[in-house]
């Protein structure tokens, strides 16, 4: 499924540059250099759609992409990269958090981990925070295609646990596994409302 129109809008250094025309909003998450430019690309068959970067943590900005002119796709700065100064480490915690407390658009976070690897303290914090403020959430295990069959279900059963999630979805953005599970569980969330929130720190 190919969405058209789609188009880049903003990044967003601060909340006060956050679209404010009301719609929908599907955001992406995870680790620094985990891949969320490349499943977002993924998604929408839009090659160079979000930009990949080769130096892990120099994405300082929340990137809003406007879709079918009905719903965005946000690119959220990645967690989890230690040789980001503390000052700047702590500019993206406030950024993340205005968003992600303050959205009332938002309607799912897709939370991105590598297959290949076992949660991060990033990615447990975040799963936990995105819990406890009651925002909709999906783990998306990505680079699913670099795994054998058997290896993938061990693998998922191995996430589950770490995550203590019922689901673990796969997805690679090479061949396409689990981009039209992805697609339901998002169409989804897209017509549901955003139950209330509280407000506590994702990132520490």
Do not use: C
Not at 131 to 158: G, Y
């Amino acid at each position: 499924m190919k969405i058209s129109p789609i188009y880049f809008v903003i990044s967003a250094g601060r909340s006060s540059d956050f679209p404010k025309d009301g719609m929908p909003e599907i955001a992406f998450a995870g680790r620094s250099n985990i891949g969320k430019s490349s499943l977002i690309n993924s998604l929408v068959s839009v090659k160079g759609l979000a930009r990949t970067s080769q130096i892990p943590g120099k994405t300082q900005t929340i990137n809003f992409f406007k879709a079918k002119e009905s719903f965005y796709l946000v690119d959220l700065p990645g967690y989890g990269y230690a040789n980001v100064p503390r000052r700047i480490r702590d500019q993206w915690q406030d950024l993340i958090e205005s968003y992600l407390i303050g959205r009332d658009q938002l309607r799912l976070v897709v939370l991105i981990v590598d297959v290949r690897h076992s949660a991060s303290a990033g990615d447990l914090q975040m799963k936990s925070w995105l819990q406890h403020n009651s925002v909709p959430f999906v783990i998306v295990a990505t680079k699913a295609d670099k795994l054998s069959n058997n290896q993938r279900k061990q693998a998922e059963k191995t996430l589950k646990l770490g995550f203590s999630a019922d689901q673990i979805m796969m997805y690679s953005a090479n061949t396409g596994i689990g981009r039209e599970a992805l697609w339901k569980t998002i169409n989804l969330r897209l017509r549901s409302p955003m139950p209330a929130k509280d407000s506590a720190s994702p990132t520490g």
